[in-house]
Nanobody
């Protein structure tokens, strides 16, 4: 059974950092493209970052380039999103996603709030 569990969210001030984790089970995350999305109140869910399976290449949405870093720990079957220089506009629920054997799976999300 595929399961994704996000953690690491919280309330921080602008300029601070957080590291989100996505613990995967039921499949090998290192063999799959893993993605982070976010959804702010009243807005559609949007792509944030992804990491590939073959060469661990990464891709980011423009608004987080240079501030966020996606990575993976294959031994822990976990994907991370390091978020630095956080801005109020980064406030959202962050979700982990995988497309596995033709089916899309989401975690339950973790809330990130950036406010002074």
């Amino acid at each position: 059974q595929v399961q994704l569990v996000e953690s690491g969210g919280g309330l921080v001030q602008p300029g601070e950092s957080l590291r989100l984790s996505c613990a995967a089970s039921g499949f090998t995350s290192s063999l799959n493209v893993m993605r982070w999305y976010r959804q702010a109140p009243g807005k559609a869910r949007e792509f944030v970052a992804r990491i590939t399976s073959i060469d661990n290449s990464t891709l980011y949405t423009d608004s987080v380039k240079g501030r966020f870093t996606i990575s993976r720990d294959n031994a822990k079957n976990t994907v991370y999103l390091q978020m630095d220089s956080l801005e109020p506009e980064d406030t959202a629920v962050y979700y982990c996603h995988v497309l596995y054997r033709g089916n899309g799976y989401w975690g339950q999300g973790t809330q990130v709030t950036v406010s002074s």
